[in-house]
């Protein structure tokens, strides 16, 4: 896997895992936004897909820095894994609605 395969299948993971979050990804821009059930803009998360980094305003519901927090371990997770872990984990996500956080 090189390190553009490796880039998009973490981006392609973390997507599911905000999905599973309740979250409707929305990459109409640059950025890609994980825009919350709420309505309320101030409940999205952002995600840069280039460095892998999520963010969401300080301001945000509780439950909107929790996803946050579980978003930046699952990156961290998926960072450090092998590429031979990465596809699997990704085989699971596309087969199922696993995800292991």
Known sequence: MNKT???KTINKLVYKLAEKLGYEVDNSDNDIMFVSNTGKIDDDIQYRRSCHMVAA???ASEKTLKDEKTLEKWIDMLE??????????????????????
Do not use: H, P, Q
């Open 5 to 7: 395969e490796r880039n």
């Open 57 to 59: 305003v300080n301001w």
């Open 80 to 101: 450090k894994m092998s590429d031979e872990e990465l596809t699997y984990e990704l085989g699971w996500a596309e087969s199922t609605t696993y995800i292991n956080v």
